[in-house]
């Protein structure tokens, strides 16, 4: 036993100073060992990862060879029309960005006069710009609702003209890119406030004003926003006096705004009811009125708390402003499925669809990345 | 506060006041607030009403469901019970119910079974199964259903002819007017089965409550699954052999320009089903995947260290404790998923609200034909909700 021990711990020195020069062993670090373990741990593992990696290369193989290698990226327009034989004649082994080419601003903005897509296109770049100083948190202070009402502003400006020299450009020929961003705008910019007070009025302790919200929340959030569209385009126009009309984009625009409150509310609601009691008992036992409570102590912290379910739901709303296509309004969607009605240009679908949705997820992808991160900056004192 | 709690006047139940007609008081303040929105909101109701009363006989609308029995003259695709143009509004408008039907349900079971495939691949220790998984979720949850939808059906237009149909297994063909699977000929006796089938499965849920009942009362573990099997299994085969065991498949072929015989799956209905079970499911991958992490580790550990085999420990120790926080969210996904398929009206798929869109344009009845939509969708809606929040409780934590 004692030999044992005294081996045990002798020094071996001869060792020690080899293992100093000695690499570790080829499959404990480096990107084989990382291989190992996360590729080839187990024999069902390898084999997954060889089905996946094969098919994966397989695929990527074919997806270069038709958006690349046979793509054809325009064809000759003569006065009869574009001559896509050369298209036809790939059947479907390759791509044909043509069609993309010869209708991309068609696409982004509609039946708006071709010499003033700049304005647009301002537009869109504004839009943006508003998007990106909205995210930034050093500007999170009432000034930004001013910024919001200055940008709107000037984009109505751009869009109807009429004034400042610029010629007028009635709504109807509004198309593309900037109808989705104004509904989607729009709907988020109008429903929010909305679905803070149906937020507030559902957790009311007055009953009468706690039914309506429970009605008005409920019943939208079990139909479909279909049926809110079809209501706004072919039931509205009943409900108007004589002689009173609203264009079909502002209707729209209306069944958006009442359909995003009804689900912002719900997500506000869980901001409200995941604070703390002692926070609503400490404002009370201050003294203070409820909307200086709601305003100074339980709205600040509560929407805080729900800011990443938020932007999930305004890229569900983002998304949905699709919907507009089923009442024919000429939003992004709309225009690329209306772009390959011309015969010419039947059957090229796929490629239509596959550069709208490239315009969609680019919008989409940056939302939800910007959630996840802001989750993670929010939660950072939770972790330790 | 401990000292004021102690204080006895506080104890007393505060006494009871009338109300003062004040603004000072809180309870007066909330009474005109509640007439007032109330008011302000029949208000605009009856604004609206009014309006639409004067508008309908100005455009000399009769309002009523008289239209339901009129003959609709409108041609439906496909159609679960039989129905011709020449049957009336009504048949058309429950056709079109049983196809949202007929989308929701198939759809919500093979979501559920993608996305928690999805899910757990997510999970996966293999990075690329997991890199693959995520990649899916982020693309698919980033675009909208209605693209996805348009983009599905413009691929499976681009298909081959009936001629040229892609033909991968004996009596499979795709082409540009659908999927086309080998069947049987549906008789009588396959019915009963299928009733034996049914009958089969709520006796053996009976069986294995009544062995649970008996092993709760003396301890003694029962076999279960030879009686159930028999049951599930034995009960539809007996009834089908009894009545002579009819087999006769139905394998389309090619005849002229289209096929004849075999089941038919529509582009129309696949496109709309793989549209919607690929968006679905994203969504519920990523909750059947919290889920799963929602369970602590030193559940499993426990477990094992009990001696329980694994599959055990999921059925009973993991899985019970997972879905309390799968099933709300995932109650809300197949509300969507149900809604969703609305977006049918897209692609010519011809749900309820196709149906309905149809019906109003003819008769301009758009009141009517809306209020269909929505009831349609309530009921479904609130049948769902009733399902799952029963399904929630039963699962519920049991506390003290």
Redesign the interface.
């Known amino acids: 036993m004692a030999e044992i021990t005294a081996e045990a711990t002798a020094p071996r020195p001869a060792q020690d100073a080899e293992l100093g020069h000695r690499r570790p062993p080829l499959l404990a670090v480096g990107p084989l060992a990382w291989a190992k373990a ?2 080839f ?1 187990s024999w069902i ?1 390898t084999a ?2 060889l089905a ?2 094969y098919l ?1 290369v397989r695929w990527t193989m074919g997806f270069i060879d038709w958006a690349f290698i046979n793509a054809i990226w325009s064809v000759p327009v003569t006065p009869q029309g574009a001559q896509t034989q050369a298209c036809r004649a790939l059947g ?1 082994t390759g791509a044909c960005w043509a069609v993309v080419t010869e209708k991309h601003r068609f696409i982004l903005f509609g039946t708006y006069p071709y010499e003033e897509h700049w304005r647009p296109a301002i537009c869109v770049l504004l839009f943006i710009g508003l998007y990106i100083v909205s995210a930034m948190r050093r500007f999170w202070r009432p000034a930004l609702a001013l910024i919001w009402l200055a940008t709107l502003a000037v984009i109505g400006v751009l869009m109807w003209g009429g004034m400042l020299g610029l010629s007028y450009v009635p709504q109807e020929r509004w198309g593309g890119l900037v109808i989705t961003l104004i509904l989607a705008t729009f709907g988020i910019a109008l429903a929010f406030p909305l679905s803070i007070l149906v937020a507030l009025g559902r957790r009311s ?5 706690k039914t ?1 919200c429970v009605l008005y929340v409920e ?1 939208i ?7 809110l569209l ?2 706004a385009s ?2 509205f ?6 002689g009173m009309n609203i264009d079909k984009l502002l209707r729209a625009q209306i069944a958006i705004i009442l359909f995003a409150a009804a689900y912002l509310a719900e997500v506000v609601r869980a901001g409200l009811q995941a604070l703390p009691r002692g926070q609503y008992e400490a404002a009370d036992a201050l003294g203070l009125t409820y909307w200086q409570k709601t305003g100074f102590i339980i709205l600040p912290q509560a929407l805080r708390l729900v800011i990443p379910p938020l932007v999930n739901t305004f ?1 569900g709303f983002f ?2 402003t ?2 507009v ?2 009442i024919g309004i000429f939003d992004l ?1 709309t225009a690329g ?1 209306t772009a390959i009605v011309e015969p010419a240009w039947q ?1 090229f ?2 490629e239509i ?2 550069t ?2 490239l315009i ?2 680019v919008f ?2 940056a939302m ?1 990345r910007y959630s996840q991160g802001l989750e993670a900056e929010l939660n950072r004192h939770r972790v330790r | 506060m401990s000292d004021t709690a102690a204080d006895p006047r506080l104890l007393r139940a505060p006494p009871k006041r009338g109300i003062r007609l004040s603004w000072a008081d809180e309870r007066f303040r909330s009474i005109i607030w509640q007439i007032l929105v109330v008011g302000v909101v029949v208000g605009i109701v009856w604004w609206l009403v009014r309006n639409t009363a004067h508008n309908l006989e100005v455009r000399r609308i009769a309002t009523g469901w008289g239209f339901l029995s009129r003959e609709a003259g409108l041609p439906v695709a496909e159609s679960l019970i039989p129905y011709s143009p020449t049957d009336t509004y009504a048949r058309a408008l429950m056709v079109g119910v049983l196809n949202t039907l007929k989308i929701a349900v198939v759809g919500v079971v093979v979501a559920t079974i993608l996305g928690t495939m999805v899910g757990i691949a997510r999970l996966s220790k293999n990075w690329l199964l997991s890199r693959i998984a995520a990649a899916y979720i982020e693309v698919v949850r980033d675009l909208p259903l209605l693209l996805q939808l348009l983009f599905w059906y413009a691929i499976l237009q681009g298909l081959p002819a009936p001629r040229q149909a892609l033909h991968p297994v004996e009596g499979v063909f795709l082409s540009n007017r659908g999927l086309k699977l080998p069947w049987i000929q549906w008789q009588d006796a396959h019915s009963f089965a299928l009733l034996g089938l049914i009958l089969g499965i709520v006796g053996a849920v009976f069986y294995a409550r009544s062995a649970r009942a008996k092993q709760m009362a003396d301890g003694q573990p029962r076999k279960v699954w030879p009686v159930a099997a028999g049951l599930v299994l034995g009960l539809p085969v007996l009834i089908w052999a009894g009545l002579g065991a009819p087999w006769q498949g139905d394998i389309p072929a090619l005849r002229g320009f289209n096929f004849q015989g075999g089941l038919t799956i529509t582009p129309e209905y696949f496109a709309l089903l793989i549209g919607l079970v690929m968006y679905t499911a994203a969504f519920i991958a990523e909750i059947v995947r919290a889920g799963i992490l929602s369970v602590a580790k030193g559940q499993w550990e426990a477990a094992e260290a009990l001696g329980l085999q694994r599959g055990r420990i999921l059925r009973m120790i993991v899985l019970p404790q997972a879905l309390r926080v799968i099933v709300p969210p995932m109650t809300s996904q197949y509300l969507n998923l149900t809604k969703n398929s609305s977006l049918a009206v897209a692609i010519g798929y011809q749900d309820i609200v196709s149906i309905s869109n149809t019906t109003l344009n003819q008769t301009g009845q758009a009141i009517e034909g809306i209020a269909i939509i929505m009831v349609v969708y309530l009921t479904i809606s609130l049948s769902i909700s009733l399902f799952m929040n029963w399904y929630n409780a039963r699962i519920a934590l049991v506390e003290r």
């Open positions: 996360n590729l741990s593992s997954v990862t996946l990696g994966l479907g302790s007055m009953p009468a004003i309506l019943l959030r079990g139909v479909p926003l279909i049926s079809f209501m072919v039931m126009p009943l409900f108007l006096p004589e890229i998304k949905d699709s919907l296509l089923i969607l499925k059957g679908g796929i669809y596959v709208v949705g969609y997820f989409c992808f939800s």
